[in-house]
C-alpha cells in the first residue's frame, strides 16, 4: 500500500504541471478509447450483472450497476463535456496589493491525491478518473466488490492513454487492496492522501468519517423531500412528484417523502394515488392521509429510511412552516423541494432549508453533475466546507497565494 500511494503522490506532480491543452487532448482519447473497448467493457459487466443475480442484489442495485452500450458511450461523451471545461487549475479568483507594495493573487490549484470509495455504478470510476485528471489530481479509486469488474475494465482503458502518453497510469488507479482492511488503510494515509471522498451507504459514510485522519467530504444520503404547497399548479405538481420519485428510484436525489398542505389534500391525493399506481409505488402515509387515500400506516422509521426504491411515504401538513420543520428533522441536507405558485411562500421556503440543492417547481433528480453543466461530479457534497452539492472539476481544487515582491523586508 506505501509503495503505491509513494507512487501516486509522485504522480500528482506530473499531473499538476500538465497544460490544460493537454489534458483536454488525453481525456478526448479516453472518451474514444471507452468506445473502442466497449465489448470488452460489457463482458466484465455480464460477470458482475451475473454475480449480482447470484447474490440476490436488488432490483435498484443492478439497475445502478448494468452498462449497456448507451451507458458505455454516456461515460464517453461526459468525458468529452469535462474535455470541453474551463481548465480549473491556474484561475485568479483574486488579487490585490498590500499595503507594503507587493502583489498578491490568490489562485486555484489541484487538491493533490483523491481517494474516493463507492458502491455499485461503475461509470463512477470514468467520471472521477476524468474529473480528477481535469482538475490535476490523482484519483485513487475503491469501488464496491460487486462492481469489480466492469471497474476494472474501465481503469484499464483509462490507463492504456495515460501509458501511451508517458504519463503513470498510477494517476488514475484502483486501489490494490479492496478488502475492508484496505480501506481502513487508506483512509489513514495523511501522509500521501490529500481528500477522501466516501459515496455510499449511511454505514460506509459513518465509518469513514469516524476513523478517517485524512479530511473527508462526505457524499451522504440522499433523504429527499417535495413540498406541495396550496398554491401549487396540479397537473405541474404531479408531474414533478412522480418524475422525482419513479425516474430512477435508485438514485440519491429521488423522492423519498411527499409533503402536502393540508388546505389541497382532500383535492389532490387521490390523484396523487392514481398517477403512483400507475408507476406501482407503494405508498405510506400519515393518518391523515391514510383518511383520505387507501394506503399503509407510515412510522417515523419510514420518515428516516432512504429507500432507494419504488417506496414513497406521504404526510399532510398545516402550511409551509410545518413542511420545512419535518424536513429539518428528517431531511439529510442533499435535495429539497417545493411546488407552488406563490412566489413569497417558494422564497420562504428556498433560504430556510438547509439543504445543498433547494428546488422551486423543479424534480428533485436533476441534483446531478451533468446536469449542472459539470460533465459528471465526484461525489454530492452534504458537507458544508469545502464543498457543497455536485463536486465538479472546481470543487476538485483548493488555492493557494502567489506574492510578486520587489524587495521587501518586514
Same mark, same amino acid.
Given at each position: 500500500?506505501e509503495?503505491?500511494?509513494?507512487?501516486?503522490?509522485?504522480?500528482s506532480r506530473?499531473?499538476?504541471?500538465?497544460?490544460g491543452?493537454?489534458k483536454?487532448? /488525453?481525456?478526448?482519447e479516453?472518451a474514444?478509447?471507452l468506445?473502442?473497448?466497449?465489448?470488452?467493457?460489457?463482458?466484465?459487466?455480464?460477470?458482475?450483472? +451475473?454475480?449480482?443475480?447470484?447474490?440476490?442484489l436488488?432490483? +435498484?442495485?443492478?439497475?445502478?450497476?448494468?452498462?449497456?452500450?448507451?451507458?458505455?458511450?454516456?461515460?464517453?461523451?461526459?468525458?468529452?463535456?469535462? +474535455?470541453?471545461?474551463?481548465?480549473?487549475?491556474?484561475?485568479?479568483?483574486?488579487?490585490?496589493?498590500?499595503?507594503?507594495?507587493f502583489?498578491i493573487?490568490?489562485?486555484s490549484?489541484?487538491?493533490?491525491?483523491?481517494?474516493?470509495?463507492?458502491?455499485?455504478r461503475? &461509470?463512477?470510476?470514468?467520471d472521477?478518473?476524468?474529473?480528477?485528471?481535469?482538475?490535476?489530481?490523482?484519483?485513487?479509486?475503491?469501488?464496491?466488490?460487486?462492481?469489480?469488474?466492469?471497474?476494472?475494465?474501465?481503469?484499464i *482503458?483509462?490507463?492504456?492513454v495515460?501509458?501511451?502518453?508517458?504519463?503513470?497510469?498510477e494517476?488514475?488507479a484502483?486501489?490494490?487492496?479492496?478488502?475492508?482492511?484496505g480501506?481502513?488503510?487508506?483512509i489513514?494515509?495523511?501522509?500521501?492522501v490529500?481528500l477522501i *471522498?466516501?459515496?455510499?451507504?449511511? +454505514?460506509?459514510?459513518?465509518?469513514?468519517?469516524?476513523?478517517?485522519?485524512?479530511p473527508?467530504?462526505?457524499?451522504?444520503?440522499?433523504?429527499?423531500?417535495?413540498?406541495?404547497?396550496?398554491?401549487?399548479?396540479?397537473?405541474?405538481?404531479? &408531474?414533478?412528484?412522480?418524475?422525482?420519485?419513479?425516474?430512477?428510484?435508485?438514485?440519491?436525489?429521488?423522492?423519498?417523502?411527499?409533503?402536502?398542505?393540508?388546505?389541497?389534500?382532500?383535492?389532490?391525493?387521490?390523484?396523487?394515488?392514481?398517477?403512483?399506481?400507475?408507476?406501482?409505488?407503494?405508498?405510506?402515509?400519515?393518518?391523515?392521509?391514510?383518511?383520505?387515500?387507501?394506503?399503509?400506516?407510515?412510522?417515523?422509521?419510514?420518515?428516516?429510511?432512504?429507500?432507494?426504491?419504488?417506496?414513497?411515504?406521504?404526510?399532510?401538513?398545516d402550511?409551509?412552516?410545518?413542511?420545512?420543520e419535518?424536513?429539518?428533522?428528517?431531511?439529510s441536507?442533499?435535495?429539497?423541494a417545493?411546488?407552488?405558485?406563490?412566489?413569497?411562500?417558494?422564497e420562504?421556503?428556498? &433560504?430556510?432549508?438547509?439543504a445543498?440543492?433547494?428546488?422551486?417547481n423543479?424534480?428533485t433528480?436533476?441534483?446531478?453533475?451533468?446536469?449542472?453543466g459539470f460533465?459528471?461530479?465526484?461525489? /454530492?457534497?452534504?458537507?458544508?466546507?469545502?464543498?457543497?452539492?455536485?463536486?465538479?472539476?472546481?470543487?476538485?481544487?483548493?488555492y493557494?497565494?502567489?506574492?510578486?515582491?520587489?524587495g521587501?523586508?518586514?
Open positions: 500500500m509503495v503505491f500511494l509513494q507512487e501516486a503522490k509522485a504522480s506530473v499531473i499538476s504541471a500538465l497544460s491543452t493537454v483536454n487532448r /488525453i481525456l478526448r479516453m474514444e478509447a468506445r473502442t473497448n466497449t465489448d470488452e467493457i460489457l463482458k466484465a459487466n455480464a460477470l458482475d450483472m +451475473a454475480d449480482a443475480q447470484t447474490n440476490n436488488t432490483s +435498484a442495485l443492478k439497475d445502478r450497476l448494468l452498462l449497456d452500450e448507451g451507458r458505455v458511450e454516456g461515460m464517453a461523451v461526459a468525458i468529452e463535456e469535462i +474535455a470541453a471545461l474551463k481548465d480549473p487549475v491556474g484561475r485568479v479568483l483574486d488579487g490585490w496589493y498590500a499595503d507594503a507594495g502583489k493573487e490568490k489562485v490549484v489541484p487538491i493533490g491525491v483523491i481517494g474516493v470509495i463507492y458502491e455499485s461503475p &461509470n463512477v470510476t470514468a472521477v478518473g476524468a474529473l480528477c485528471f481535469k482538475s490535476g489530481n490523482v484519483a485513487i479509486l475503491k469501488g464496491g466488490k460487486e462492481a469489480e469488474n466492469s471497474n476494472r475494465a474501465i481503469a *482503458v483509462l490507463q492504456s495515460l501509458i501511451a502518453n508517458n504519463i503513470p497510469k494517476a488514475i484502483l486501489l490494490p487492496d479492496s478488502s475492508r482492511e480501506v481502513a488503510n487508506l489513514k494515509q495523511d501522509a500521501y490529500d *471522498v466516501p459515496r455510499g451507504g449511511e +454505514a460506509l459514510i459513518k465509518y469513514v468519517s469516524t476513523n478517517s485522519t485524512v473527508v467530504v462526505k457524499h451522504n444520503k440522499g433523504l429527499c423531500h417535495t413540498y406541495i404547497d396550496r398554491d401549487a399548479d396540479f397537473d405541474k405538481a404531479l &408531474n414533478i412528484v412522480i418524475n422525482a420519485k419513479c425516474r430512477r428510484t435508485g438514485i440519491c436525489g429521488a423522492l423519498e417523502t411527499l409533503l402536502v398542505d393540508k388546505a389541497i389534500a382532500t383535492e389532490i391525493l387521490p390523484r396523487i394515488k392514481e398517477a403512483y399506481d400507475a408507476q406501482g409505488t407503494e405508498i405510506r402515509g400519515c393518518e391523515e392521509t391514510q383518511n383520505i387515500i387507501d394506503i399503509n400506516i407510515a412510522t417515523d422509521e419510514d420518515y428516516a429510511t432512504e429507500y432507494l426504491d419504488n417506496i414513497l411515504t406521504i404526510k399532510v401538513v402550511g409551509v412552516d410545518e413542511a420545512i419535518h424536513i429539518a428533522k428528517y431531511g441536507q442533499h435535495s429539497e417545493i411546488v407552488t405558485e406563490n412566489y413569497t411562500t417558494a420562504h421556503f428556498l &433560504n430556510s432549508i438547509d445543498a440543492c433547494v428546488y422551486l423543479v424534480s433528480q436533476f441534483t446531478d453533475g451533468g446536469e449542472f460533465g459528471a461530479e465526484v461525489g /454530492i457534497s452534504t458537507n458544508k466546507l469545502h464543498a457543497r452539492g455536485p463536486m465538479g472539476v472546481n470543487e476538485l481544487t483548493t493557494k497565494y502567489k506574492i510578486y515582491g520587489s521587501q523586508i518586514r
